[in-house]
């Protein structure tokens, strides 16, 4: 058996071109344009790479990009007055800081301190706590992505079991939440469990945001499982850079269903999400009925 693979870089192109349409179609009736806005204090390469995507496909979705660069030491007092400025531009929908934060900066107190209309990363405690009680809420960006995949695959959640390994606040938590909003029973797993392989060995759906090269192996996978590895390890690969997630993709193909790749998989529909998202708050502080945008609506992949 071979797995399915799961296009993220086609559901990602499908989610954007879904939300340049809806852009230039509410700029077309109403004159008004989303403005999205990245915060980076430093200058972690990683970041930097993310920021600059993030900006460009903004301005390609139709939207206007606002990127605010601020020194490594910046105070957060700075940082925080920055956000209020955002949290009051009329011509700012989203904001988004990027993490990891320098040191000396608490990345809880900044998050918090953006508007939770304008928070598209739905870090904000009010969302989080809106995603937790089953109410609509800004949604985060990479369990928001794998949803949407697994979507694809899984008409109904009810009656499926999910593994999430991975207990993150930007990740696990968010992704074990959507997947019990949507009737899946779901089981949690972390670096203190010491059960992973046979809790896997009993999910129709693995999802792992772990940071572990190769963890999910083969014989861990049910037959016919969804495979969804959000990890992105930069290892060495025959004496060459390669980024890789975590799972061992040669093998767990030959086991899975439907398995997503890495790269292509998970990361291209991470920031395609930041972009729903930004069209989401514009419309909710516009006052524009708009039709749900994503999760309801099959990609043409
Ligand atoms: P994190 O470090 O905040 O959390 C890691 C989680 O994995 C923790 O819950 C930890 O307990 C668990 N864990 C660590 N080692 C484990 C092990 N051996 N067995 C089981 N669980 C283990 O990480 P994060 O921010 O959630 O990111 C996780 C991975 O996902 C990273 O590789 C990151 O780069 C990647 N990521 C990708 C995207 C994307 O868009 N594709 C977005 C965010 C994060």
């Given at each position: 058996m071979t797995a399915r693979l799961i296009d993220g870089k086609a559901h990602a192109a499908s989610v954007r071109a879904r939300v340049r349409d809806r852009v230039a179609d509410i700029h077309a009736r109403t004159g008004l344009t989303p403005g999205l806005a990245v915060v980076l204090v430093g200058h972690d390469?990683?970041?930097?790479?993310?920021?600059?995507?993030?900006?460009?496909?903004?301005?390609?979705?139709?939207?206007?990009?606002?990127?605010?660069?601020?020194?490594?030491?910046?105070?957060?007092?700075?940082?925080?007055?920055?956000?209020?400025?955002?949290?009051?531009?009329?011509?700012?929908?989203?904001?988004l800081v990027q993490l990891p934060l320098p040191a000396h900066l608490d990345a809880r107190a900044v998050i918090n301190?953006?508007?939770?209309?304008?928070?598209?990363?739905?870090?904000?405690?009010?969302?989080?706590?809106?995603?937790?009680t089953g109410q609509?809420?800004?949604?985060?960006?990479?369990?928001?992505?794998?949803?949407?995949?697994?979507?694809?695959?899984h008409a109904d959640f009810r009656g499926l079991t999910a593994l999430v390994i991975g207990h993150s606040n930007i990740v696990g938590k968010p992704m074990a939440?959507?997947?019990?909003?949507?009737?899946?029973?779901?089981?949690?797993?972390?670096?203190?469990?010491?059960?992973?392989?046979?809790?896997?060995?009993?999910?129709?759906?693995?999802?792992?945001?772990?940071?572990?090269?190769?963890?999910?192996?083969?014989?861990?996978?049910k037959p016919g499982a969804t495979v969804i590895d959000v990890g992105i390890n930069r290892i060495e690969r025959d004496g060459k850079p390669a980024l890789v997630g975590d799972?061992?993709?040669?093998?767990?193909r030959h086991v899975a269903g439907a398995i997503t790749?890495?790269?292509?998989?998970?990361?291209?529909?991470?920031?395609?999400?930041l972009l729903a998202n930004t069209l989401t708050a514009f419309c909710h502080q516009n006052d524009l009925q708009e039709e749900p945008l994503l999760l309801d609506e099959q990609d043409q992949t």
């Amino acid at each position: 058996m071979t797995a399915r693979l799961i296009d993220g870089k086609a559901h990602a192109a499908s989610v954007r071109a879904r939300v340049r349409d809806r852009v230039a179609d509410i700029h077309a009736r109403t004159g008004l344009t989303p403005g999205l806005a990245v915060v980076l204090v430093g200058h972690d390469p990683a970041s930097e790479v993310y920021v600059r995507s993030k900006g460009k496909q903004a301005v390609e979705a139709g939207m206007r990009s606002f990127e605010h660069r601020m020194p490594t030491d910046t105070p957060a007092a700075d940082l925080l007055d920055l956000i209020r400025r955002l949290n009051e531009d009329p011509l700012v929908h989203g904001i988004l800081v990027q993490l990891p934060l320098p040191a000396h900066l608490d990345a809880r107190a900044v998050i918090n301190a953006i508007s939770p209309a304008k928070d598209v990363d739905g870090f904000h405690i009010s969302n989080v706590g809106m995603v937790g009680t089953g109410q609509d809420a800004i949604v985060p960006c990479t369990p928001l992505g794998c949803m949407m995949m697994l979507r694809h695959h899984h008409a109904d959640f009810r009656g499926l079991t999910a593994l999430v390994i991975g207990h993150s606040n930007i990740v696990g938590k968010p992704m074990a939440r959507l997947l019990l909003n949507a009737d899946c029973t779901v089981i949690v797993a972390h670096k203190s469990s010491i059960n992973i392989p046979e809790l896997a060995r009993i999910a129709d759906i693995v999802i792992v945001a772990a940071g572990v090269p190769g963890l999910v192996r083969a014989e861990w996978i049910k037959p016919g499982a969804t495979v969804i590895d959000v990890g992105i390890n930069r290892i060495e690969r025959d004496g060459k850079p390669a980024l890789v997630g975590d799972v061992d993709f040669d093998n767990v193909r030959h086991v899975a269903g439907a398995i997503t790749p890495v790269p292509g998989g998970v990361g291209p529909m991470t920031i395609a999400c930041l972009l729903a998202n930004t069209l989401t708050a514009f419309c909710h502080q516009n006052d524009l009925q708009e039709e749900p945008l994503l999760l309801d609506e099959q990609d043409q992949t």
